[in-house]
């Protein structure tokens, strides 16, 4: 009895092995197939809503469905507008115990200026 039982587990073993192969090997054809069907969905949504905003396509749709017209000359008005100017208020200088020890030690905080010959 042991001897069989000892035959047939490497047997047992050897099968289940064949057809865990078998199962992985099915499912990974079904996704490759679901994933064919899911490029090919995602490239015909793409196409759609590409074509569902063109300008055209927009546009016939306001004038046809909306009612909608383009506007005529005297509905445009063109608006000329002067440069804006700023009115910009500087606070006044504090000094702060750090500006008050650099002029005490005779350098400033920034010095853009060439050096002296």
């Known amino acids: 009895m042991v001897m069989a039982v000892l035959l047939t587990l490497p047997a047992l073993f050897f099968v289940s092995q064949r057809a865990h192969?078998?199962?992985?090997?099915?499912?990974?054809?079904?996704?490759?197939?679901?994933?064919?069907?899911?490029?090919?969905?995602?490239?015909?949504?793409?196409?759609?809503?590409?074509?569902?905003k063109s300008p055209q396509r927009i546009e016939?749709?306001?004038?046809?469905?909306?009612?909608?017209?383009?506007?005529?000359?005297p509905q445009l008005a063109a608006i000329t507008v002067g440069p804006a100017v700023a009115e910009v208020a500087v606070p006044p200088e504090r000094r702060g115990a750090l500006r008050l020890l650099s002029e005490w030690f005779g350098r400033s905080e920034a010095e853009a200026r060439e050096p002296t010959r």
């Open 21 to 52: 192969r078998a199962e992985t090997g099915y499912s990974i054809m079904r996704l490759q197939r679901d994933l064919g069907h899911l490029r090919a969905e995602n490239a015909r949504l793409l196409s759609k809503a590409t074509a569902l």
């Open 60 to 73: 016939r749709y306001a004038t046809t469905e909306l009612g909608m017209v383009p506007p005529r000359l």
